[in-house]
């Protein structure tokens, strides 16, 4: 029922949003509610949350429902040189959870700006695309799996040549979200392991066209390539292989020790209301003395890659922030986008000679990788809803290591209602 009552409450916010008052001071509604001090002054209130209905076969998760998000968040300027973002997420007893972004932005210069407190680290096209903003429910394996995701730290980041060149460096505390370590036998409950990090992460991206002599629609082709490194301490503290609906492990961790590294690379390119996005990207763990013999073992590796294409029917731009043109009850019917996304992401050693093993101190373990098609149709009606609607194919390599062993297909159906102000 907190749910419902929640969700209840968002929609009549956003379906009240456009009869606020427009003052120019205090409280005024612009796409959302904000509170205005002066020119340079403006605190965005923001929410966001999304409700899911899920069908499987064959059956792996009895849970039709799932209360996937909901968030609460501040976001505004201090001044003409900084901007801010807090954002927490809220649970499903409608108690306040985990904190999201939370950072302080200096923001003088295109070339140069500094953003310090907890943020996502520069790695990764899609995991570092908000979650209202990715075409599909669900991000691919490698952006939920390999890509870092939030941490603390501090980055020097900016752009060159007009948006041509851009650039983020940083350091941070530990490894990311996604890649944090939770082996019990070094760590206490609610502790983090204290050999992990500082990590460094960086990313380039680059219109490689722009200055040639190519189409329009060419020349806004984007090309990018990423890396981080740090340290993992000793134990099962490896990445691991989840499925979609991270039911099972489909690859056990494994005993590592020494660095992590991840290099990556990425293309995007929007032309008017089609777009398509790809990325490759690997991982790869160092096993200093992990054997049973306390001998160094090959690298443990991840790669993942995926590629997707969407199409506004409706013909909305791509590159700009997506309104329906013809909301609903304002003359249309609003906006709806139709994509497809392939991606797989699997894991293994370095080392490919002799026996293979599943035994997580083997020198050459057995691979598994999981396969993905995604289908999706997504509908808003206005700027604040968005229903999405996917269906999902995944496919083992590994019969034996799946949501349930001896099956390597499944297929999987979802209805998302998404609020966002």
């Known amino acids: 029922m907190r749910q419902q009552v929640l969700a209840a409450l968002v929609i009549v ?3 009240a949003g456009p009869v606020l008052a427009q003052d120019k001071r205090g409280l005024v509604w612009d796409n ?4 205005v001090f002066g020119e340079d002054f403006k605190i965005d209130i923001r929410g966001r949350l999304q409700l899911d209905w899920r069908r499987f076969d064959p059956e792996i998760d009895e849970d039709t429902f799932d209360f996937r998000t909901a968030r609460v968040a501040l976001k505004g300027d201090l001044s003409k040189h900084f901007d801010f973002e807090i954002e927490r997420a809220i649970n499903r007893d409608g108690k306040f959870d985990e904190w999201k972004d939370v950072f302080l932005n200096w923001t003088t210069f295109d070339a140069i700006r500094i953003k310090g407190g907890r943020f996502k680290m520069p790695f990764g096209l899609e995991q570092n695309t908000g979650a209202t903003d990715v075409e599909f429910a669900y991000r691919s394996l490698g952006s939920s799996t390999i890509a870092p995701g939030r941490d603390r730290g501090v980055m020097a980041y900016g752009e060159l040549s007009g948006n041509d060149l851009t650039y983020e460096f940083g350091v941070f505390d530990d490894d990311g979200d996604n890649g944090e370590l939770k082996e019990p036998q070094f760590v206490e409950a609610g502790e983090d392991l204290k050999a992990v990090g500082p990590s460094y992460a960086g990313r380039v991206t680059v219109n490689l066209l722009k200055g040639l002599p190519v189409a329009d629609k060419v020349k806004s082709m984007r090309f990018g390539v990423a890396y981080t490194s740090a340290g993992i301490p000793e134990g099962l503290n490896s990445l691991r292989g989840q499925s979609v ?7 056990e961790p494994v005993y ?3 660095r992590r590294q991840r290099l990556g690379a990425q293309f995007d390119w929007t032309p008017g209301p089609t777009g398509f ?6 991982s790869r763990e160092e096993r200093t003395g992990q054997s049973n013999r306390n001998e ?3 690298d443990f590796i991840g790669t993942a890659f995926y590629a997707s294409a969407t199409w506004f029917v409706t013909g909305e731009n791509k590159d700009e922030n997506i309104n329906p043109r013809k909301p609903l009850f304002r003359g249309g019917i609003g906006a709806i986008e139709i994509g497809a996304r392939y991606d797989q992401l699997g894991f293994g050693s370095a080392s490919t000679t002799g026996a293979a093993f599943t035994n997580p101190r083997s020198d050459h373990l057995v691979t598994n990788t999981d396969r993905v098609w995604t289908f999706g149709v997504n509908w808003m009606p206005n700027r604040w809803m968005r229903v999405i609607t996917n269906a999902i194919h995944e496919t083992f390599e590994d019969a034996s290591r799946t949501p349930e062993p001896g099956t390597d297909a499944f297929w999987s159906g979802l209805i998302r209602l998404q609020v966002v102000f």
């Open 296 to 298: 160094d073992l090959s």
């Open 32 to 35: 959302r509610p904000s509170i």
């Open 256 to 258: 590592v020790k020494g």
């Open 13 to 15: 916010v956003a379906a």
């Open 277 to 282: 996005k790809a990325e490759w990207m690997q």
């Open 245 to 251: 609906w991270g039911t099972e492990d489909y690859f």
